[in-house]
């Protein structure tokens, strides 16, 4: 992404490709959400910062969530995050649980309530069998 602008029109002739990531600064792909905002048909029109900024608050929210997850990984001598030290993370964070409120799954991962008990047929008592 390094272009001497000095140089004028040979710098534009010898220009080395750079993607949006990189020049925003960011890890997380600018190009593929700009895509998937187009193809989900979310809005018929928007900026084109519009990716850039949303890659940006997908990043930071990745970040503080491993963050803290790391944390309470190594308060618990392990190496290894779990989606339990996921989820300790996101209770923990006041920032990330209002901003994932509603949307946060339970302990157990069962964000689906449970199905309801459906009442089976009775079973018949058993008779003893009559002595030959």
Not at 22 to 40: I, N
Not at 42 to 58: D, H, I, T
Request: glycine letters at 6%; proline letters at 5%.
């Amino acid at each position: 992404c390094s272009g001497d602008p000095s140089e004028g029109s040979k710098a534009k002739a010898n220009k080395s490709r750079c993607s949006r990531s990189s020049r925003a600064g960011l890890l997380f792909p600018v190009s593929r959400l700009d895509k998937q905002l187009r193809r989900g048909g979310f809005a018929e029109r928007f900026g084109a910062s519009a990716p850039v900024y949303l890659a940006a608050v997908l990043q930071w929210v990745t970040h503080k969530t491993m963050d803290v997850a790391g944390e309470i990984s190594k308060k618990s001598n392990q190496q290894c995050i779990s989606p339990l030290h996921l989820h300790r993370a996101m209770q923990k964070s006041s920032v990330l649980k209002q901003l994932l409120r509603g949307s946060m799954f339970r302990r157990h991962g069962r964000a689906v309530p449970q199905p309801q008990h459906v009442a089976s047929p009775c079973k018949k008592k058993m008779t003893k069998s009559k002595k030959r």
